[in-house]
């Protein structure tokens, strides 16, 4: 691009010249022209302009101006979907008092063909674009605007323009009315002409690209020639700050060590941008150069959690965000974007989360432990595991991901979330990876190879991955590191089959043990009842369970079992726990036509299960956990 960018102008300068070596200079350039992207016929920036007047009333007023526009429509859109978020947001419905203007200040038509979309059919080469947004959520996906803060995720405050991906944009935020400490601004956009100013070289870069503009306190440390910064808006110390700071590098460390290097970050630093506030929701959202990290919590109050976030976060810098799945590249603003690989990209780093914070030094085995226990017994125990593989899970992260039906669904029978879902394939990875090599080999290789292959190149526009990864990339790079038949074997068996994992196995070798929580105790399944005087309501059934093969279902109540009377869920299992697996057992209900009726089940031993210490560790255990979970990162 640098070397068009210069050529230009001298073609402009000498284009007329009637001599045939100018002539046929001026043909080449005007091939190479031609053969550029859109980019560079649209060089002009569109510039937003962001004011403040009554943050206490949770609405901003955005400017924006486009110059340089071509004769057709233009086609100005609120984004129905976020980078990093599944499901569909329609961030429209927060916009107001819309006006297109001329520079003049001349009203312009506009037609509205769709509920995001305002489109104007005619207009000069410059137009400008003023509305009011309104926002009143801390979180990774919403806007956010009071007397405390702008916390803005781009999709939900920015219309932008079709067609003009490659314009570069430039913000410029200006101090609220009203605050009586001046504001600053924390981002991974880069830096531009003032210090409320920034700029963003495309609209992809842009949208990714969260602000937290705040009395923000910034914390920043240097590891292998990166530069990471972290800003915090919480009301907690200086002191809880600095501490946190420690383990937040102690992460950054660990992680680094699983894949060998840091990314590139394009502003020259990664940034994480935290709201411990108490009005904030619990969440955490990735970006390519930052994080979102958001909760109610405080630092002191709950301190792991609020780690654990930061570790699955910035995992995210390499895994989806650089190593990103093929269905998300690039990310469409206009529609839910599906990906199957979730599993990978959301599941996977659900695994190294934890598993970070324990080579960190952060948590105890005991804390492993009990991660580990609820992604096993979730995946082995579930019955939506019959119904849908890893990858179907996957695709139903537009409904399952944020979205909120008001319909009923089946889901407690029928979904397992991708994250646990994923979680849970990943151990079973690295620990078959480690056993068939003697822990030559794990999983940290495989992200390495993912890393090397998909996400190291980058890509030829800022903000872009030029090699995304498809399924069958992915079982290819576990091929290199391990062989093709016991790649293919995993993936048909684990990612695209409805198997589970030898996880019995796998972990002994940790020596960890697996084995049923409840052994030799009765079962009838996790029936969940809302208490009510005359029974207990049902709301929830596993499908399956012996409960539901006697026909018992949502909204039935039931009244006795054993001819015991039942008015609640604890009731209802005191009375099973009388029981011993195999026996037979009545009860009565009243279903929600008003019918009573009586019906026999058959009980089961509890299948859940638990993850408890090997009495004593033999060396070769102690050895597997240790290259497991001890700390990978370099002294
Ligand atoms: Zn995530």
């Not at 405050?157 to 570069?168: H, K, L, S, V």
């Not at 990310?331 to 990209?345: C, Y």
Request: net charge negative.
């Amino acid at each position: 691009m640098t070397f068009v960018a210069t050529f230009v102008p001298t073609f402009v300068a000498s284009g007329f010249s009637r001599t045939f070596r100018t002539f046929m200079r001026a043909v080449v350039v005007a091939a190479l022209i031609a053969l550029l992207p859109r980019s560079f016929h649209a060089a002009s920036p569109i510039t937003y302009r962001i004011t403040i007047p009554e943050p206490q009333h949770h609405w901003m007023q955005v400017e924006a101006m486009f110059t340089d526009l071509p004769s057709q429509p233009l086609e100005l859109r609120m984004s129905v979907s976020s980078p990093g978020r599944y499901s569909l947001h329609d961030f429209a419905k927060n916009v107001y008092d819309v006006q297109v203007v001329t520079p003049e200040g001349g009203a312009l038509d506009v037609t509205r063909p769709d509920p995001s979309g305002w489109t104007v059919p005619r207009h000069g080469p410059t137009l400008v674009v003023r509305y009011k947004v309104f926002g009143d959520r801390v979180d990774g996906t919403y806007l956010a605007i009071d007397t405390g803060h702008l916390h803005m995720n781009m999709p939900a405050a920015f219309m932008w323009a079709r067609g003009m991906d490659d314009r570069p944009i430039t913000l410029t935020l200006t101090q609220p009315a009203g605050v009586a400490r001046p504001w600053s601004a924390a981002t991974q956009l880069h830096a531009g002409a003032s210090p409320l100013q920034f700029t963003a070289p495309n609209l992809q870069y842009f949208i990714d690209s969260p602000v937290e503009f705040g009395p923000v306190a910034m914390r920043q440390f240097a590891l292998s020639g990166r530069m990471f910064r972290f800003a915090a808006h919480q009301t907690g110390s200086d002191g809880d700050f600095d501490r946190l700071m420690q383990d937040v590098q102690k992460i950054v460390r660990e992680e680094g060590a699983v894949y060998g290097e840091y990314p590139a970050y394009e502003p020259g630093y990664y940034t994480f941008l935290a709201d411990y506030l108490p009005y904030a929701d619990d969440d955490g959202m990735e970006h390519r150069n930052s994080t979102v990290m958001t909760s109610s919590s405080t630092i002191r109050g709950d301190r792991t959690r609020l780690l654990d976030t930061v570790a699955h976060e910035f995992f995210h810098c390499w895994n989806v965000e650089r190593i990103r799945p093929h269905d998300l590249e690039p990310f469409d603003l206009d529609r839910p974007n599906m990906s199957g690989e979730l599993w990978l990209a959301e599941g996977f780093t659900q695994y190294y989360g934890p598993l970070v914070l324990h080579r960190a030094g952060i948590v105890n085995t005991d804390y492993t432990r009990q991660i580990l226990t609820g992604l096993v017994d979730l995946v082995v125990t579930s019955p939506a595991r019959s119904i849908r593989s890893a990858v179907e899970m996957s695709r139903m992260a537009e409904f399952t991901d944020a979205g909120r039906p008001l319909d009923r669904t089946n889901w407690n029978n029928t979904v397992i979330s991708y994250y646990p879902f994923g979680a849970a394939i990943a151990l079973a990875l690295d620990l078959s990876l480690r056993e068939r090599s003697d822990n030559k080999v794990t999983l940290d290789d495989f992200m390495r190879a993912m890393w090397r292959e998909h996400g190291k190149p980058g890509g030829t526009r800022e903000g872009y991955v030029d090699r995304p990864y498809t399924i069958a990339d992915a079982e290819a790079r576990l091929a290199e590191v391990s062989d093709p038949a016991f790649a293919r074997g995993f993936f048909g068996a684990y990612i695209q089959g409805r198997q589970t994992a030898d996880y019995r196995r796998l972990l002994e070798r940790a020596g960890f043990l697996l084995r049923k929580r409840d052994a030799g105790r009765a079962w009838w399944g996790d029936v969940r009842m809302d208490a009510r005087t005359d029974g207990g309501r049902v709301t929830e059934v596993p499908m399956s369970s012996p409960a539901w093969n006697a026909g018992l279902d949502r909204d039935d109540v039931v009244t006795q079992i054993d001819r015991e009377r039942i008015s609640s869920e604890e009731e209802a299992n005191a009375a099973i726990l009388r029981h011993k697996p195999g026996d037979k057992v009545s009860f009565t209900y009243v279903d929600r036509n008003g019918a009573s009726k009586q019906a026999t089940m058959t009980l089961v031993e509890n299948p859940h299960l638990e993850i408890v210490d090997a009495p004593n560790l033999t060396t070769a255990q102690r050895a597997f956990r240790e290259s497991w979970l001890g700390s990978r990162a370099p002294r």
